[in-house]
C-alpha cells in the first residue's frame, strides 16, 4: 500500500533511470549495516513456511530470482535476501566496461504494466563485478547467478569479437570461481552484433567453446521470445547436445510493439525491446512447449510480466522451476516478493493436503 499510493506515484515523475539508480544506492547502503539489514527484513522478508527449492544441486530459500538487468554491477547482493528474493542474477556483464547506449535507456509505458529497455548492456566489464563479489560474505541459500554477454560496442561486430568476449568472461569468472551458476545471454535485443548467437549454427560454436573451458557450475542460456516454435525448437536441439547446458531462461524482452495493450505508448521510432506484460503469454507459451517436448533434460526459468501472485501461479504451472522476475517489483513495489512467497507457501500446502 505505502509504495503503490504514495511511493510510485512520487518516482514514476522522475526518470526511471534516476529512480532505478537511486534504488541501487539506497539498497546498497541498507545492506552494509546489520540494524538497516534487519529494518528492511521486518517488513519485507518472508517468514512462513520452508519453500526452499534444490535445482541443480543449488539451494534457493525462495525460488524466486531478481532477473539480470537491475542489479547488473553487482551491489544488492546484502539486502535482496532481506525482500526475499532467494537469488539475483548478476549482469548482464561483458568482457569491456560497457557505457551502454544513449538516453533515454528505460521508458516506462504504465498502461502496458511494461517498460521500454534499451539500456543496452551497460556495465561496469566482468572484472570489476568479480571483484565486488569476491568482497562480499554472501548469506547462505543466497543463490548469486551471473549472466554474460557480448560487449556493446563497435569493435563488437562480427561473431569472431563476440565469441570471444563471450569467452573471456566465462573463463574470468570460472577461474575465480565467483556465481553460483552462469547464463549465457544471447538474446539482448538492442546492441552492437545483434542477436548473432541466437541463430544455430553460430550457438553450437558458442557452446562448444564455451564447454571447452572447466566449469563445476550449471550453466543457463537466455533465451528470445519472438520466435516461432521451430526456430526456438531449432536452439534447443543444440543445447541438448551439450551436458554443460543445464537449463533455459524462458526468456528475454519482447520486440513486437503490437504486442502492446496500449499500442500508442511506444511510437515506432522508439528503440528497445518491451518487459513486463507483454513477455507473459509469450513466454509461457515456450515454457509449456518446451517442457512437452523436452520433459526434465532442462531447468527451466520462467521469466516476463509477473506481476501478482496469479501470475506467479501460472508460470509454475506452465512449467518453470524458478520464476525470475524485474518489471513487477517496479510496479509494485519489493513486497511483492514477500507477497509471492506466501502464495507459493500456500499452494506448496494444499498440493501437499496439510
Ligand atoms: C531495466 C531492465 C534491464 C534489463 N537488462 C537485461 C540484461 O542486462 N540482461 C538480460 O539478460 N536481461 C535483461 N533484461 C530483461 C529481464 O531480465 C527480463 O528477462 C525481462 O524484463 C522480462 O521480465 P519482467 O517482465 O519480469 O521484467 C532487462 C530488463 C529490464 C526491465
Redesign the pocket.
Known sequence: MFYQKLLKPILFKFDPENVHDFFVWAGEVLGKFGLSRKLVALFYRYKGPDISIIVDGISFKTPFIL????D?NARLINILPEISFGSVEV??VTARPCLGNDKPR?IRLPKSKS?L?R?G?RNEGVDAVIHRLKKYCIKKDFVVGV?I?QTNDEKNCSAETGLEDYLYSFKRLNEENVGDYYTV?IS?PNAFGGEAFAKPALLDLLVSRLSAIRCEKPVYV?MPINLEWSEFDNLLKVLNKFEIIKGVII???NKEYNSLDYRNEAPDEYRGGL??KP?FELSNDLIRKTRSAYGKRFTIIG????LSPLDMAQKFAAGSDLVA????MIYNGPSLVKLLSSYYANHLIKQNGK
Open positions: 532477473s539480470a538487468g537491475f547488473y549482469g548482464s528505460l517498460i529497455v539500456k548492456l549472466s554477454a545471454n539482448c537466455k526468456g528475454n524482452l518487459s513486463g513477455c521469466c516476463g510480466g509477473v522476475l524485474i518489471t513487477g
